[in-house]
């Protein structure tokens, strides 16, 4: 058995352990915090295929997770839940009858925002840098703005609230790191195929690309795709998780927020926008003591709200200064570790 298949059996099993360890044992603030790390894992990991990987500047998460988001709580809420909560409008039939469990409410969820990807992908891939930002820039705002004017689909600005609660359905680790396990094994398998090395292509010189025999526009829409499938899978298990959206919580700042954790974790590694994740997350989480009156050698600071955005600000700004290509550039946790091996079996 080689190297490279050894470690990923190793992290694999590892993080499995991980989950049901965490699950049984960890308190509920420290689970709840590990979920909502597992799925931004997904969303940093599949945003990361199509921007680092494959080099196309895309800001358009925020809109296919939108759409996983209010697929899975339509598809999660009973009848009696919809006539209750539909208060601007009566809902349509339609919405009315969509009514499944979990698994094939989250399939839904990303089947669909990986269909409208591919129909966006027609128009949106005839640009390229700047523009290709603009386009799917537009594409978030649209998708904002129609969970806003059309209520008798999403109940317009008032959302959706105690999604999954009469299924008995509640976000564990078993749920979301399941799934956040297999997404990352999903992308790593991509980006080691022959479609990953043409999305490398792409996104070191597309022209060059296009001049070797390589299908640009195929690749670049099954990136996209298999993108916003994830995101949409991601978005479904942020409603179970939060058992409440509301079309603000999918605004630019959303997407904003992923850029930084691929940038900061390093353009085109995995590993990089799981680090990533759980650095901006974890930093603006455990820095709240920051902002909270504090006591230095008995001297008593005031509340200093604020503080710790600012630290923690400076904390990014350093890192980047330091670490051009982000913390682990275009390397892997696997390849960085067989690098380790081999240097340690020579010497």
Known sequence: MSVDK???ISIFVLAIVFIVVAQNFFSPYYQNLLNLFAIYIIFAVSYNLINGVTGQFSLEPNGFVAIGAYITALSLLTLDDKIYQFALEEATPFVLLMETNLPIALLCSGIVASAVAFCLAF???????????IVTLGFGFIIQIFAVNFPQVTNGAMGFTDIGKSMGIKANLYITGTLCVLSVLFILNVIKSKYGRAMKAIRDDEDAALAMGINTFKNKTSAFCTSAFFEG????????FLTTISPDQFS????????????????????GAILGTILVLGGSEFLVFLDKPMDIFGYETPALPGLKMVVFSIILICVM?????????D?????VLKKLLCRKRDA
């Open 6 to 8: 050894i470690i990923s």
């Open 123 to 133: 128009p949106v891939f005839r640009v390229r840098g700047d523009y290709l930002a």
């Open 321 to 329: 200064l330091f670490a051009r290509r982000g913390i682990m550039g």
């Open 331 to 335: 390397m892997e946790l696997g390849g």
């Open 233 to 240: 899978v991601g978005g479904g298990l942020l409603a179970v």
């Open 252 to 271: 630019f700042l959303f997407t904003f927020q992923l850029l930084i954790i691929i940038v900061l974790g390093g353009l085109g590694s995995t590993t």
